[in-house]
T-cell receptor, first 115, second 119 residues
């Protein structure tokens, strides 16, 4: 079945450092890939998405490229800020052949950014 | 973007009582909604898929008689935790997908969550 594996941490960074959170997936068909972010005390919100191979999603300085050959969707940001401290979830949503809307989440990664 | 609300945002109840949590899509219709459970510092665990006009589909290991789901309209799904016990204490989150652009997008809009504490 479909699954998502992401690095868990802990991840501690200094402000303005480069952030990478690895995410790999297993899926049949052609899933859509997402990064969701959960700030302290808030619900999940979509950070970025990619719906086909080689697509690059980007938002708020974060980027991720859908790599079918390596089944990966790593999240990157060139210069993190303290305000980026949150939990980041990699997720996939199946193609119609595998069930449509159902979303599978990774375990979540919580980078801690020090000032 | 689309907005999903949940009510209540937190609830404390005694063991053995039932608790109802509402999930509403405020500015769009949702024939499908999802209910998740999130344990502290862990990922979301899909509990069930709520389908408007038909029975919910439960994930393996989720007790359908304990977690009753009713999708009463195109904008409302409810989760009732029956005969709650302390081990049911958790953060419950609902979501609804958008079908904008077709199946490929499948973006989920999440409610803010409901924190249930069973004493």
């Amino acid at each position: 079945g479909n699954s998502v594996t992401q690095m868990e941490g802990p991840v501690t960074l200094s402000e303005e450092a480069f952030l990478t959170i690895n995410c790999t997936y297993t899926a049949t068909g052609y899933p859509s890939l997402f990064w969701y972010v959960q700030y302290p005390g808030e619900g999940l919100q979509l950070l970025l998405k990619a719906t086909k191979a080689d697509d690059k999603g980007s938002n708020k300085g974060f980027e991720a490229t859908y790599r079918k050959e390596t089944t990966s969707f790593h999240l990157e940001k060139g210069s993190v800020q303290v305000s980026d401290s949150a939990v980041y979830f990699c997720a996939l949503s199946g193609a119609p052949i595998t069930g449509g809307f159902k979303t599978i989440f990774g375990a979540g990664t919580r980078p801690f950014v020090k000032a | 973007g689309a907005v999903v609300s949940q009510h209540p945002s937190w609830v404390i109840c005694k063991s053995g009582t039932s608790v109802k949590i509402e999930c509403r899509s405020l500015d769009f219709q949702a024939t499908t909604m999802f209910w998740y459970r999130q344990f502290p510092k862990q990922s979301l665990m899909l509990m069930a898929t709520s389908n408007e006009g038909s029975k919910a589909t439960y994930e393996q290991g989720v007790e359908k008689d304990k977690f009753l789901i009713n999708h009463a309209s195109l904008t409302l799904s409810t989760l009732t935790v029956t005969s709650a016990h302390p081990e049911d204490s958790s953060f419950y989150i609902c979501s609804a997908p958008t079908t904008s652009g077709g199946w490929a997008y499948n973006e989920q809009f999440f409610g803010p969550g409901t924190r249930l504490t069973v004493l």
